[in-house]
């Protein structure tokens, strides 16, 4: 699987004090957000798409290959108008994409994760922003219970067997974190679906009595408007996708989607559109051979009862 254009999942550099002009042909000294990096990327993916090189480009727009450059990285502000100007030297006429695009040059708030910017990686923080973006999640879970849905004990649990070991303010800075992400499906707003495979419903964290906490709170998440909960059990023949825990976030349009995985140093995000496309692939035959939402209640509500009967 290839890994998502430079510029999209490259971490930030460290923070400054350098104040954006907001003019498009500044050398602003500033800090691309998230959003601003994808909206980079897709350009950049536009002018290769034309065949055409950052000079080419530039000659068509008539401005340097420098800016060309800093607005496909991320660096210089690209207005609506400059962005509709692209898209027509290219020859892009997807207009759901373009109009996708536009809403994105328009935004200026600063979002809350902004505030973990001092002591949190940039990983974690992009992760916060496509979430608080989405038009809908979809999570598969095979080594531990998704994020979006752990109890307090269970996330921190979780968090306290990183290796090497987080000090306690670190395992307590994460955990308030997710927390506030959580309350991006809590309200019903973002549709969100769990695929989560029976071997993450035993895997045991902080002993049984946490475990059997966050089955319970698992039920209840499933009852929630909004909050779609489908197990994968052992009995599957073939498991229909990765070893990995993933989190697709679906954009506005299909090409602004994001995948991110879990891995042991990171989270990954990925936004080719072959790579989104297999991951759209492995959801569609994950929610083929899943246990109905009933079913999968009944399933955890099992899986419960055995481990509170297991440690009486």
Not at 210 to 224: N, Y
Request: hydrophobic letters at 40%.
């Amino acid at each position: 699987m290839r890994a998502a254009e430079p510029g999209w999942i490259r971490q930030r550099p460290a923070r400054h004090t350098g104040l954006c002009t907001g003019r498009e042909d500044a050398m602003a000294l500033r800090i691309p957000t998230l959003r601003q990096r994808r909206l980079g990327a897709e350009l950049r993916r536009m002018r290769e798409q034309a065949g055409f090189g950052g000079s080419h480009l530039a000659r068509l727009l008539g401005v340097t290959a420098a800016l060309v450059s800093q607005m496909e990285n991320g660096k210089s502000a690209v207005a609506e108008a400059r962005l509709r100007e692209i898209a027509a030297a290219c020859g892009c006429g997807n207009k759901p994409l373009i109009d996708a695009l536009a809403d994105m040059t328009r935004e200026r708030e600063t979002g809350w994760w902004e505030e973990y910017s001092p002591n949190l990686n940039t990983d974690l923080l992009d992760v916060a922003a496509i979430e608080a973006h989405a038009r809908r999640i979809s999570t598969y879970s095979i080594t531990f219970l998704p994020g979006l849905l752990q109890t307090p004990a269970y996330a921190a649990s979780v968090f306290a067997r990183a290796i090497p070991p987080l000090p306690q303010a670190d395992v307590d800075l994460r955990l308030g974190f997710r927390l506030r992400r959580q309350q991006v499906v809590r309200d019903g707003a973002t549709p969100y679906t769990a695929f989560i495979h029976e071997a993450a419903l035993r895997m045991q964290f902080s002993g049984p009595a946490a475990l059997a906490e966050q089955l319970g709170a698992l039920v209840d998440h499933s009852e929630s408007p909004g909050i779609s909960v489908r197990v994968v059990p052992f009995k599957i023949e073939s498991l229909p996708g990765p070893s990995e825990n993933f989190v697709y976030i679906a954009g506005p349009v299909p090409e602004l989607d994001t995948v991110q995985i879990d891995i042991s140093f990171g989270c990954p995000l990925f936004d080719v559109p072959s790579d989104l496309e297999s991951y759209r692939e492995i959801l569609d035959r994950m929610s083929s051979v899943a246990l109905s939402e009933d079913d999968s209640r009944h399933f955890i509500r099992s899986i419960k009862k055995e481990i509170e009967g297991s440690h009486e």
